[in-house]
T-cell receptor
């Protein structure tokens, strides 16, 4: 079946360093991708999104890169802060001619920021 | 603006009991989604509605699960009878237009004993 991110890795970084969280997606027809942050006991929170006609998008302290050739998505967080500690999920919406709203989530990456 | 509202936040029940989870989407959002999150399976879409009409319920695990959306500001997810394997966090999400970012509620943590 289709899947995004088949494992839950953990990334440990020092406060102030830059973080890079990676995600592999399997559906080449996907045309919309979203990064969510989920803190303990809370729902997923939108961080940034990107459509397949772009390869880079920047937000506040975050950048998403999309490499359609190798079906890879990454989230870069600049100057990582303790408040960034959370599980980060990438999610995709398969293209299917625009007929679906199903978000397919990866299993997530735990980001642990060391003070 | 208020985000997606879910109730209850926590629910503990015994096997065989009926459980009803509630969701109020963000005002003006035409799409509403129900997800389930477990350690084993991650986040799974159960069902979603567009303008109160169920569009895709292929993720609903079995007939014990049902969802309704009687109006644009309210939806329920019901499990009857509940089983211990239904223990999970259930999230509701909404979005304004098709194929756009979904905004999640805080979730209902369900424990079936």
């Amino acid at each position: 079946g289709e899947s995004v991110g088949l494992h839950l890795p953990t990334l440990s970084v020092q406060e102030g360093d830059n973080s890079i969280i990676n995600c592999a997606y399997s559906n080449s027809a996907s045309d919309y991708f979203i990064w969510y942050k989920q803190e303990s006991g809370k729902g997923p929170q939108f961080i940034i999104d990107i459509r397949s006609n772009m390869d880079k998008r920047q937000g506040q302290r975050v950048t998403v890169l999309l490499n359609k050739t190798v079906k890879h998505l990454s989230l870069q967080i600049a100057a990582t802060q303790p408040g960034d500690s959370a599980v980060y999920f990438c999610a995709e919406i398969p293209g299917y001619g625009g007929a679906t709203n199903k978000l397919i989530f990866g299993t997530g990456t735990l980001l642990a920021v060391q003070p | 603006d208020a985000g997606v509202i879910q109730s209850p936040r926590h629910e503990v029940t015994e096997m065989g009991q009926e459980v009803t989870l509630r969701c109020k989407p963000i005002s003006g959002h035409d799409y509403l989604f129900w997800y389930r999150q477990t350690m084993m399976r991650g986040l799974e879409l159960l069902i979603y509605f567009n303008n109160n009409v169920p569009i895709d319920d292929s993720g609903m695990p079995e007939d014990r699960f049902s969802a309704k959306m009687p109006n644009a500001s309210f939806s329920t997810l019901k499990i009857q009878p509940s089983e211990p394997r239904d223990s999970a966090v259930y999230f509701c999400a909404s979005t304004r237009r098709t194929r756009e970012t979904q905004y999640f509620g805080p979730g209902t943590r369900l424990l079936v004993l």
